[in-house]
């Protein structure tokens, strides 16, 4: 697994912007930030490696099965990582620091400016955290499965849950003991939500690098093959190009896709191409 985290994060540092995918344009392991806050001159930003996305797709670095069985996804669950947070200043990345548990529970730190590692044993009780019990939950691997007092029953069994608050407590105690706040920040930037935004916003505009509409105006329902015996019409493939530049961009969710189209529209998304910018975020005509 240690191998695995290196390639992973080897790959992230060689490209130019923190995309979810590498230079071949498939994903290495999907992630949603999830929470920032700020102290001292940096920026602590929460992320979260899913299972969905990463564990089924043939394209991830940790595919398993297109349909992963309860015990699989229960190992899954359990050994991948889970949560990691990334250490900013002024948009530059400067640390980046993982709970890992795979083969022993510690956080793995990789400074961003020269790749150094280290590794820091820490005491948490529980078997998965709190992101992920949530996740199984929400994509209902298993229906029976539910939330009981700070306990995860799945696949039959208990397991106990590793509150996020608590991760996030030993991080910054780490960071505080470490001093790894005041390391130095690499060249990478990691752009925020909104500077995100404001980018795909300027580039769908006419002659932009995510313009895939002006070449298609008029002809917006012509029909067009995508898959032999599979048809659709040129808007659903702009579409999709679009969705799945967002997501190659390094957009956080498909969600937020919809939000940004709706701003450069100007009005709310249709259903219909919520699906298609949805289809092409998660790259499913090319499964």
């Keep these: 697994m240690k191998n695995l985290l290196i390639f992973t994060f080897t790959i992230v540092l060689v490209t130019s912007s923190f995309a979810q995918t590498d230079q071949n344009g498939n994903p290495v392991f999907n992630s ?134 608590e991760i996030e407590d030993r991080v910054l105690a780490l960071i505080k003991k470490e001093k790894l706040d005041k390391k130095k920040p690499s060249d990478l930037i990691l752009p925020s939500k909104n500077e995100i935004k404001t980018f795909i916003i ?26 032999p015996g599979v048809f659709t019409t040129k808007q659903s493939v702009a579409l999709y190009k679009w969705g799945r530049a967002c997501f190659e961009i390094g957009v956080n969710t498909v969600e937020d896709a919809y939000e940004i189209f709706a701003d450069y529209i100007e009005k709310s998304v249709s259903e219909r191409d919520q699906e298609y910018i949805k289809m092409g975020f998660y790259k499913e005509w090319e499964k």
């Design 32 to 165: 949603v930030s999830t929470n920032e806050k700020s102290f001292d001159g940096v920026t602590l930003i929460s992320n979260y490696y899913t299972l969905k996305h990463n564990i089924e797709n043939k394209r991830s670095s940790v595919f398993i099965s297109e349909t992963p069985t309860l015990d699989q996804i229960e190992n899954a669950a359990m050994y991948l990582p889970s949560d990691f947070f990334m250490i900013t200043r002024h948009n530059k990345m400067v640390v980046m620091v993982m709970l890992q548990n795979d083969p022993e529970r510690q956080f793995l730190v990789i400074e961003m400016k020269n790749n150094k590692q280290s590794d820091f044993p820490v005491k948490l009780e529980g078997a998965i955290t709190e992101n992920r019990a949530k996740e199984m939950i929400k994509e209902k691997y298993d229906p029976t499965a539910s939330i009981e007092n700070g306990q995860l029953k799945f696949n039959g069994k208990e397991f106990k849950i590793i509150s996020t608050q």
């Design 202 to 227: 300027s580039e769908t505009k006419k002659g932009g690098k995510f313009d895939f509409f002006t070449e298609i105006k008029g002809k917006e329902n012509d029909g067009v093959q995508i898959k």
